[in-house]
């Protein structure tokens, strides 16, 4: 008989993880999958289609809140833990909650679940949310295909529409963007590749993205999500530390991972942080990981036209998952608000409608400004509402989505830009070339 299994996901990693284990391992009969950090992914299903055979129904996803009750009614033995960015102690209280209520609490590793690749792979992760991995990424991308370089980005899975439609995707263009439904949260991560020309791919089946994406490039570039480690068994591995949280290093699942597995450290955002907390990182490097090189870098932060900026009242929009389960009270928005003298920045609580009053109360951290959640129709109009309502003389829209456009604003927006500019250290491109080479 085989043990029947739990897997506790946010429609990411633990979508990956029964690709690649459980397939791999038909012992272990996965029962039913769990959400949280992504709203309105409960209730939902995993279609049988993309299961192997045996499973001849859709895998039923509850929110995460009913783990106990599940774990008594479908007989679990084991419940497998597939998501990111949790201070460790919340992932033991969640291995608590598992075994009060009688199963086995289990972390799968990369040598249980990473794929491999016939091209280069460079892996960029991070140890927390919104530390500016993916600008060095991008960055990355862009500078590699100006030398001729043959790149593709893989980013982690954001697969919040039609499971059955996202096995593989592949974004170009803003069309493709459009043509796939793209959620916000989606926009955010891959509108900045396409806006420059760079391909992008995602989705559910990374066995058949990866073998995608080498038809087109000699080097893949890993874009990871939150904090989590790559999906692809990569030839050099970049983690990203945030200055601003110099002390998360060692204290965020699967982050701390990273760093212990990084061939390069990048201490990012120094211009913003102090003294000594650039040092922490150091030092933490240093007693862990000191045979990886390091660099320290900044986020250039800009606007289109600052001049619009001055002496106005704004309502600040930042990215998502930065500022919601990544921890930080705010982002590049408040950044550039201050850098270039707006005159109010208006509290989004005072207009905020439906979900986004909900998102409040879960973020107490948030300070004066509003997380870009769009993550189905309904929350997009309600964000809409949210902006529209608050009296504010235009948007600064740190997202990288394009919100006005995506939500059809009545408000002008100005878009806030934030630029990877590495400051010292080791020369990153030259370690990709020497790869490549």
Known sequence: MPFNCIIMGAAGRDFHNFRTFFVAHPEYRVCAFTATQIPFIAQRSY?????????DSDIPIYDESELPALIKTLAIDFVFFSYSDLAHAQVMHRASIVQAAGASFVLLGPAQTSLSSRSKVV??????????????????????V????????????????????QAVQRFASTADLDAQDCTIEEREEYSPYVSQGLVIFAGVDYEAIVRAAEAEADLILWDGGNNDFSFVSADLNIVVCDALRAGHGLDY???????????????NKVGAAAAEDIQTIRSLKDA?????????????????????????RVLIVEDGPTVTHGGMGYGAGWVAAHKYGVGEVLDPRNSAVGSLLDTFNAYPQLLAVLPAMGYSQ???QELKASIEGSGADLVLNASPADVGRVLELGLPVVQVKYRFAPQSGDDLLASVRTLLA
Do not use: C
């Open 123 to 144: 892996a960029v992760t991070a140890t927390r949310t919104g530390t500016g991995k993916s600008p060095l990424t991008q960055w990355l991308a862009r500078s590699l």
């Open 47 to 55: 279609p049988h289609e993309l299961a192997p055979d045996s499973y």
């Open 378 to 380: 309904r929350q997009r």
């Open 253 to 267: 699942y699967p982050g701390e991972t990273n760093f212990r597995a990084a061939d390069i450290v990048v201490i």
């Open 288 to 312: 862990i990981n000191p045979s990886a090189g390091l660099v320290t870098a900044d986020l250039d932060v800009t606007v289109e036209a600052p001049e619009r900026l001055r002496g106005k």
């Open 146 to 165: 100006d030398e001729g370089v043959k790149v593709v980005t893989i980013r982690h899975p954001m697969p919040y529409g039609n499971l059955r439609a």
